[in-house]
């Protein structure tokens, strides 16, 4: 399985919490190593709770996409659409239903959290070949369509 990008490795990282149930994982060290003509990136640290050593090892494409995306137009090896579609939620949970109110700082914070969680939507639909997603369960097509009118009344 191949990470299309360094944010797929880092949000695949937040997804899987240490077995003690810590759910940061602030890797120490990260390194990229050749096996076998393929690109690896390997982060390395301890679980800040119980001091458990973790590694994660990922195979990397060679061309990662530019930021928001987490990869490409290929739907990820290793994040299903039920998680792009829980970190979207998450994300549009924390951005306030009116950013016009912010300050000009937070409101920039806030469509960078937008952006985000647009970017995990576009994944959730990379599972669903057809034009009107026919392709995923009912449950998901109907919290797209919610996730996606607040972004176009907020970026309005």
């Not at 299903?80 to 951005?95: N, S």
């Not at 300050?103 to 937008?114: D, K, N, T």
């Amino acid at each position: 399985m191949t990470a299309r990008s360094a944010e797929e490795c880092h949000l695949y990282m937040e997804l899987h919490p240490c077995d003690c149930g810590e759910p940061v994982f602030q890797w120490s060290r990260c390194r990229r190593e050749q096996r076998d003509d393929r690109p690896f990136s390997v982060y390395e640290g301890h679980c800040g709770a119980c001091g458990e050593a973790r590694c994660f090892e990922f195979a990397v494409t060679d061309e990662p996409p530019p930021p928001p995306a987490y990869g490409g137009p290929e739907p990820s090896q290793i994040i299903g659409p039920d998680e792009f579609l829980a970190v979207a939620q998450a994300l549009a949970a924390i951005v306030p239903a009116d950013p016009q109110r912010l300050g000009s700082e937070e409101r920039e914070q806030a469509m960078e959290v937008i952006e985000l969680a647009s970017a995990a939507i576009d994944e959730v639909l990379k599972f669903a070949p057809e034009p009107d997603g026919e392709a995923l369960p009912a449950r998901l097509r109907s919290e797209l369509a919610q996730l996606r009118r607040g972004y176009t009344a907020v970026r309005a």
